[in-house]
Nanobody
Framework: QVHLVESGGGLVQAGGSLRLSCAASGLTFSSSAMGWFRQAPGKEREFVAAISWSGSISDYADSVKGRFTISRDNAKNTVSLQMNSLKPEDTAVYYC?????????????????WGQGTQVTVSA
């Protein structure tokens, strides 16, 4: 079965940086779009960033543009999220996601597989 295993979450001060990583298995990674979503308590899971099968196309939520960067390494079956200039409002559980198609969607319901989530806490 498909497994998405995340790492890199933790506690960081406002203005700091974290890098999240997701290792995928059980799917044809190089033919799958990958993405990151996040969910804060009491809120819906929201789109953060996504990248197409080859890494040639990517997109970001307006709230993170210019601060976060998504990347992938198809040889290693991994996708990463570099988060810079973190703000307290970035605090959430961050989830790695995969689609069975080459191109991504910003809609949660269009994604087929999910990681377990990793907590990111940004202190003020």
């Amino acid at each position: 079965q498909v497994h998405l295993v995340e790492s890199g979450g933790g506690l960081v001060q406002a203005g700091g940086s974290l890098r999240l990583s997701c290792a995928a298995s059980g799917l044809t990674f190089s033919s799958s779009a990958m993405g990151w979503f996040r969910q804060a308590p009491g809120k819906e899971r929201e789109f953060v960033a996504a990248i197409s099968w080859s890494g040639s196309i990517s997109d970001y939520a307006d709230s993170v543009k210019g601060r976060f960067t998504i990347s992938r390494d198809n040889a290693k079956n991994t996708v990463s999220l570099q988060m810079n200039s973190l703000k307290p409002e970035d605090t959430a559980v961050y989830y790695c996601a995969a689609r069975s198609g080459r191109y991504y969607s910003k809609l949660r319901t269009d994604w087929h597989y999910w990681g377990q989530g990793t907590q990111v806490t940004v202190s003020a």
